[in-house]
């Protein structure tokens, strides 16, 4: 008898489960996916999500994250006849990407990060290239999508302090893809990021730096105030270590209630040479916060 009770539980609930979960249609680019509907929030596969972001995507089961690169997400998910499906809002937001629903015609479209981004790192591939201009022209028009992602390389052999490298850097500037990063307290968001010699029209980086400004906000996750919200710190490509200029930055450390958000502006200042590579949130007791810049 409890072995029958035991299945009929299992069946009442698969089938309550089937009635709250609804198809959809996904257009993304002019491909139609397989969306899942489950109380008002959006679900695609791992491979969709994929394939969409052109980059793997990966599930820790441990941890309970999404891993995207060096990016660590935290969404929703949902298993269904055996298969894991991934809330896209947490995914895709954060990229820059924009979804938009149809109720009428039940469709989820998403709208890629901004064309422009693409078309400007078309244009630093022909400039970092010139010897091949003529084959990098048919070559951009198929660039893959990680490339939206990629803050573009400066030639680190040409006089920093000429006019004309300057213009250069300016060309070079691609549109910032925000991005987030979470763990059991805080979620980070980098909203913005840009490099420059001058900061506000007044302040000047040393000779053979430079400033990086960044944008950022920290929520508390958690049920509790937090006293002690951590401290950021900026890594480059060569892995140095780089704390925020004080005088120069906004951003206050202040007790964060919960749901909390902290907003302000970290500043930083790297070798001219050096590339952003990652900021982190060092905590007390909770793990490291790590977006990746690059």
Not at 102 to 108: F, L, P
């Amino acid at each position: 008898m409890r072995k029958f009770l035991f299945f009929l539980n299992l069946f009442l609930i698969s089938f309550i489960f089937s009635q709250t979960i609804q198809k959809a249609d996904l257009i993304y680019e002019g491909n139609k996916f397989n969306a899942y509907l489950i109380k008002n929030t959006s679900y695609l596969t791992k491979e969709d999500l994929s394939y969409i972001i052109g980059s793997p995507v990966r599930w820790d089961p441990k941890e309970k994250v999404v891993l995207i690169d060096n990016l660590r997400i935290y969404a929703k998910t949902v298993i269904y006849k055996g298969e894991l499906l991934l809330g896209i809002k947490e995914i895709l937001t954060p990229l820059g990407y924009q979804i938009k629903w149809d109720q009428a015609s039940r469709t989820v479209t998403i709208i890629p990060p901004s064309a422009k981004s693409t078309e400007q790192k078309a244009k630093v591939k022909i400039q970092n290239n010139n010897n091949d201009q003529e084959n990098n022209n048919d070559s951009n028009k198929n660039i893959n999508k990680k490339d939206r992602y990629e803050i573009p390389f400066v030639d680190s052999n040409k006089n920093d302090n000429s006019k004309d490298n300057m213009k250069e850097r300016q060309a070079l500037q691609v549109v910032f893809i925000p991005r987030s990063a979470f763990n059991e307290e805080y979620k980070v968001t980098v909203s913005d990021l840009k490099e420059s010699r001058v900061y506000k029209g007044m302040y000047n980086s040393q000779s053979g730096f430079k400033f990086v400004i960044i944008n950022v906000s920290q929520q508390n996750l958690s049920n509790k105030v937090q006293l002690y919200t951590g401290k950021f710190v900026l890594f480059d490509n060569r892995n140095s270590r780089y704390e925020y200029i004080e005088g120069l930055s906004s951003y206050i450390l202040q007790i964060l209630m919960p749901n909390g958000i902290n907003f302000g502006t970290l500043v930083f200042e790297i070798p001219e040479t050096s590339i952003p590579s990652k900021l982190v949130l060092e905590t007390y007791g909770s793990t490291p916060i790590i977006i990746n810049l690059l």
